[in-house]
Structures are given as C-alpha cells and as structure tokens.
C-alpha cells in the first residue's frame, strides 16, 4: 500500500486514521451483518400502508387514505427502481463505470418520483396534499429505524 506524506505538521498531527488488520475487518463484519436492500423497500412499503390505514382510519374519508398510500408509492417505486438498477451492475470491476450507473439510477429515480408528484392530481381524484406529504415522508423516513433495529447488530464494547 503507498503511502502520501503529510504537506503540512498539522495535517501530520491530525492525522488518527488506522488500517484495520484483517481481523479486525472480520470482527467488524460479524458485528455488522449486510441488510438487505429489498427488505428495507418492503420495509418502506409496509409502512406506507399502514400510514394510509391510519389516515384513512383517523380522517374517516377514503380519499385521505389513498393519498397517503400514493405519497409513499412515489417512494417505494423509484426505491426499487433504483436497488433494481445498482444491484444489477453490483459486480462491475470498473469503479468509474459502477459510479456513473450509481448517478444514473439516482437521477432515474429522482424522475420518477417528480413524475410521480406531477401525475398525483390525475391519479388520485380528490387529492389531499397533506396526506401525500405524510405519506413520502414517513416511507422516506423509514431506511433510518431499519438501520436501528436490523437483526443481528451488537452494540460495541
């Protein structure tokens, strides 16, 4: 491994970063298992239905429900499309080509969800602003508590 020289004493100073030895890596990994994408889409679908349950539930009007349901399908779908996308290409060996797909299915699902949004008056008579509003940003919301509470995770000592 090569190794650049600090340009300056304080960069020099500041510098604490450590190499992991390939045990400790192994370590590291045992106590931070892969979670998988697809589980947090399912994840962020599963609570956009139960926010659209509640919604519908609380405001006793259907159409309330329903907004809150589209508001987190503009999320889960271009979610999908984009774990589609990234897994797909997961084993490219070329980094500049594995980057490139990265933003290219970034800038997919950002079209996706603003196509999305714009159709939203069309596809759901009666639209409700506010629920569709609940709807994205509780199912955006919802990668962050499966980050938390993902199986298998120990706390570190």
Same mark, same amino acid.
């Given at each position: 491994?090569?190794?650049?020289?600090?340009?300056?004493?304080?960069?020099?100073?500041?510098?604490?970063?450590?190499?992991?030895?390939?045990?400790?890596?192994?370590? #590291?990994?045992?106590?931070?298992?892969? %979670?998988? &994408?697809?589980?947090?889409? =399912?994840?962020?679908? *599963? @609570?956009?239905? $139960?926010?659209?349950?509640?919604?519908?539930?609380?405001?006793?009007?259907?159409?309330?429900?329903?907004?809150?349901?589209?508001?987190?399908?503009?999320?889960?779908?271009?979610?999908?499309?984009?774990?589609?996308?990234?897994?797909?290409?997961?084993?490219?060996?070329?980094?500049?080509?594995?980057?490139?797909?990265?933003?290219? #299915?970034?800038?997919?699902?950002?079209? %996706?969800? &603003?196509?999305?949004?714009? =159709?939203?008056?069309? *596809? @759901?008579?009666? $639209?409700?602003?506010?629920?569709?509003?609940?709807?994205?940003?509780?199912?955006?919301?919802?990668?962050?508590?499966?980050?938390?509470?993902?199986?298998?995770?120990?706390?570190?000592?």
């Amino acid at each position: 491994m090569k190794t650049i020289p600090p340009e300056t004493e304080t960069e020099a100073e500041e510098s604490d970063f450590k190499p992991l030895t390939a045990q400790e890596a192994q370590q #590291w990994r045992s106590r931070h298992p892969p %979670l998988s &994408v697809w589980r947090v889409v =399912a994840g962020q679908a *599963l @609570v956009g239905m $139960l926010v659209a349950l509640v919604a519908w539930v609380l405001t006793g009007r259907a159409v309330v429900g329903w907004s809150a349901a589209y508001g987190a399908l503009a999320v889960v779908a271009p979610a999908a499309l984009f774990a589609r996308g990234v897994l797909r290409h997961k084993a490219l060996s070329n980094p500049r080509a594995a980057m490139v797909g990265f933003f290219g #299915w970034e800038i997919a699902k950002i079209m %996706l969800t &603003v196509a999305l949004l714009a =159709a939203a008056p069309r *596809l @759901v008579p009666g $639209l409700n602003w506010i629920a569709l509003l609940v709807g994205m940003v509780v199912a955006m919301k919802t990668y962050w508590v499966a980050l938390l509470v993902r199986p298998g995770v120990r706390k570190t000592d």
